[in-house]
């Protein structure tokens, strides 16, 4: 075991639990004397005259100007925009960043222009995205296209298969939205940090390589807090699983080397906690990677105390009330004042010599806030915070201290005495405290709202008439991380509604396609023919059925057409998709012995009769057509043309690509020989149901852009997959492209570029959803399964 890392974790934290004994005695003096009153009253009667507007004669007839729901956040930049409202609004939420996870003070003339540009820079990218109703805040296409601008389009494709394999591997029990939310979050986070850093003659190359290491170390640094704190927190751990989970933490920061899982475990929590630790093993000897040598010990004492801190809130039991006010402060104190200095030591860089002192110190103002606003379902829950304890207990513990006083202490303390009554901090901080009751009064009922306010402000009536004054009055406090984040979960939530009914329903029409596949023998034959059979046996294997899926999709729930009347069509594509497959595992092509788990025609029958078959059942494709008696003859007729030409065209894709085998292809003409192969089949899908829709021509033309680089995207991904994948899943063998001697996107680019190229034409194929004027839910959830499967 590496002994250099060893820390003394008793001493690291006595010395954390002194200093923040300290300051919660300076904080409990100056709320027992109600100080904070006269000075907070003050400073909201300057603060009020640009938040509180009287309404004039004339805002009667500008209706139209009025504020829209944040929950409909373009309209509600474009009203900030169109308002003049949008730098304010945009300069008071990057101030508070600065403040709150920067650890900047905001008097100093560098960190006013570096939030001046930032605003800048922000500003226009808000205002040009509200140009595109339907464009979301956060896809992966739109992260993509920022990573490509900064040169670290690999280390985002890394990420983006993380956060998928995370969203995967949520035990059930989790709330998967928000584990998701914190963890984009703390990326975030640390890439401020580390952009805070960047010098402005810093190299390009330089400035990829600290935003790459940001990315890697944000997503390690994040991944404890749906993993480590959000576990702990819930009930998906039985008692005896969480005390030796917490264990091996706490050997963990204490040595620097995490030891093996072992241990005792259910079996269903061991198949989770398996991905668990192997996840976040890897995440600590990175992190461990880029300590400095001078900075190692600081930064796993950060760790241990932030954790320690932690596992002392998680034992306290709601029920006890005998905790005395020291014991329910302290740990809370210490424990939001590392969660931020950890951030920045993750990133191992100096800081300015009041960082620190000032992160420490306005930790428990966020807690605090965080606190009030949770209150509710942390006393559901039964977690002991300074809130819920205090509801609980205060009728018979006189002695307790009110959080919501020591909340305002706080902020008072944090104005006058940290950041010098500076006028820009005083607002920004007030703001946001208005802000927070205005949410927390939103959120809840009324009556609900006054029950718990007459408790928490009974010993400040005079004040709390100030802060509800504030609350119904003030306006222009609204932030813009608040709106990103309710956007971000009602984003993620329906991200993942949709996911699991699209899964859902593509489950269900497989089994319906399927049931329709089989091929009837003609039983006038005198001699038995094995071609139907051979059909039959390649019909029936375990194929996705993508082609027909999507043109069910398409025209069902798209287009709106009859589900009865496609099944003809369903069945044409899988026919001729199944064809392409057996045309394909010949001898004299592919040459491939398993297809869906099993030998191929050629193996479990011979050569011609395999050949027979493929032949078969495109004609058979043709006859399902013919039978969509409930369509105008010229549209079934038009229909008809198409897919004989896209089988045409694919036939030549195949061709291409029995040429090019031990050739070096271009880049050009691998796109074309793949959108041949691939594309075709995908655009054929698509424009079907558009077809039989009568859909106009620029409608097409979308759809045929969508099917080009979703399809050339697919056949990437199997490439990588021919390379990376597991046969089990797949299907068939990995590796055969190098036995053909293949010319793939893998062989010509690599593995790194490959995945870039995948990712371009991603972005292309998710571009088009601007221009297709549909409902493109389903489009996009195709997309990500072709980037994101393994099979």
């Not at 805040?137 to 985002?156: C, D, H, K, P, W």
């Not at 009041?354 to 992160?359: H, K, L, P, Q, S």
């Not at 297809?595 to 043709?622: C, D, F, M, S």
Request: charged share 25%; net charge neutral; with cysteine.
């Amino acid at each position: 075991m590496n002994k250099v890392f060893m820390i003394n974790a008793d001493q690291c934290y006595r010395q954390a639990e002194h200093k923040a004994a300290q300051y919660f005695n300076l904080l409990y003096q100056q709320a027992v004397s109600q100080s904070y009153i006269t000075t907070l009253t003050e400073d909201f009667r300057l603060w009020k005259i640009k938040h509180i507007h009287h309404p004039t004669f004339f805002s009667y007839f500008t209706r139209k100007k009025r504020k829209p729901s944040q929950k409909d956040y373009h309209q509600y930049i474009k009203w900030l925009d169109y308002t003049n409202k949008l730098e304010n609004y945009l300069d008071r939420s990057i101030s508070y960043l600065f403040l709150r996870d920067l650890g900047k003070t905001l008097d100093s003339s560098e960190t006013k222009n570096q939030i001046d540009r930032l605003v800048e820079r922000l500003k226009i990218q808000l205002k040009d995205s509200t140009k595109l109703e339907n464009n979301e805040i956060f896809t992966f296409a739109s992260l993509y296209r920022n990573a490509q601008e900064e040169g670290v389009e690999s280390s985002m494709i890394w990420l983006i298969n993380k956060l998928t394999a995370v969203a995967s591997n949520i035990p059930k029990g989790l709330d998967a939205v928000n584990a998701q939310r914190k963890l984009i979050k703390i990326i975030a986070g640390v890439m401020m940090h580390t952009i805070d850093l960047l010098s402005a003659d810093i190299s390009s190359e330089e400035r990829s390589k600290k935003l790459d290491e940001a990315i890697r170390l944000g997503y390690c640094y994040g991944l404890t807090y749906p993993f480590i704190d959000d576990l702990l927190d819930s009930n998906v751990l039985s008692i005896t699983e969480k005390e030796q989970y917490a264990e091996l933490i706490r050997t963990s920061l204490i040595t620097g080397n995490v030891p093996d899982l072992g241990g005792d475990w259910r079996s269903d929590s061991l198949v989770f906690m398996r991905y668990i630790h192997s996840e976040l093993r890897q995440a600590f000897d990175y992190i461990k990677l880029y300590q400095k040598p001078s900075d190692i010990r600081n930064f796993f004492e950060q760790a241990y105390i932030f954790f320690n801190s932690q596992e002392i809130d998680r034992k306290k039991d709601l029920s006890n009330d005998k905790y005395t006010n020291e014991e329910i402060y302290i740990p809370i104190i210490i424990k939001s004042s590392s969660s931020r200095l950890i951030a920045r030591l993750v990133t191992s860089t100096s800081s300015d010599d009041g960082f620190e002192n000032r992160t420490f110190l306005y930790g428990i103002y966020n807690q605090l806030a965080d606190d009030f606003s949770d209150m509710f379902d942390d006393m559901k829950n039964g977690a002991v915070t300074p809130y819920t304890y205090y509801l609980t207990h205060h009728e018979k513990r006189r002695d307790l201290i009110n959080p919501f006083e020591l909340y305002w202490t706080v902020i008072s303390h944090l104005i006058h005495h940290v950041y010098q009554s500076d006028k820009k901090t005083s607002e920004v901080i007030l703001n946001r405290a208005i802000n927070g009751l205005k949410r927390f009064k939103q959120n809840n009922e009324d009556k609900k709202f006054k029950q718990v306010m007459d408790v928490l402000t009974s010993g400040i009536p005079q004040f709390n008439k100030v802060l509800q004054k504030m609350v119904d009055n003030a306006d222009d406090i609204d932030f813009f991380d608040k709106l990103l984040r309710d956007q971000i979960i009602s984003m993620l939530k329906t991200e993942r509604e949709e996911q699991q009914q699209f899964k859902e329903t593509i489950k269900i029409v497989r089994q319906q396609i399927n049931r329709h596949l089989a091929i009837f023998n003609d039983e006038k034959l005198v001699i038995k023919e094995s071609i139907t059979d051979a059909a039959n046996y390649s019909l029936s294997g375990e194929g996705k059925r993508l082609r027909p899926i999507i043109t069910w999709f398409m025209g069902v729930k798209v287009y709106g057409l009859k589900e009865s009347t496609l099944f003809p069509l369903l069945k044409a594509l899988e026919y001729m998709h199944t064809a392409s497959l057996i045309f394909d595992d010949l001898p004299s092509q592919d040459n491939a012995s398993i297809r869906r788990g099993r030998p191929t025609v050629h193996k479990a029958y011979n050569v011609a009769v395999a050949e027979l078959t493929g032949l078969y059942l495109t004609q058979k494709a043709i006859e399902e057509q013919t039978s969509l008696e409930e369509y105008d003859t010229k549209t079934v007729l038009k229909l008809i043309r198409y897919t004989a030409q896209i089988t045409a065209e694919m036939c030549k894709g195949q061709a291409m690509d029995l040429n090019s085998k031990g050739k070096n292809l271009t880049l050009e003409q691998l796109n074309s020989m793949c959108f041949y192969k691939t594309g075709l089949g995908f655009e054929a899908a698509l424009l079907i149901p558009a077809i039989l829709a009568n859909a106009d021509a620029k409608e097409i033309q979308a759809l045929k852009t969508f099917a080009r680089h979703a399809g050339i995207a697919f056949q990437i991904k199997d490439d990588l997959l021919d390379y990376e994948g597991d046969s089990s899943q797949l299907g068939k063998p990995i590796g055969i492209d190098v036995q053909n001697n293949s010319s793939t996107f893998v062989t010509v680019l690599g593995i790194e570029e490959a995945k870039k190229e995948m990712w371009e034409h991603y972005c292309l194929a998710a571009e088009t959803f601007e221009i297709i004027p549909r409902n493109t839910s389903f489009l996009k959830h195709f997309l990500n399964y072709a980037v994101n499967r393994n099979y």
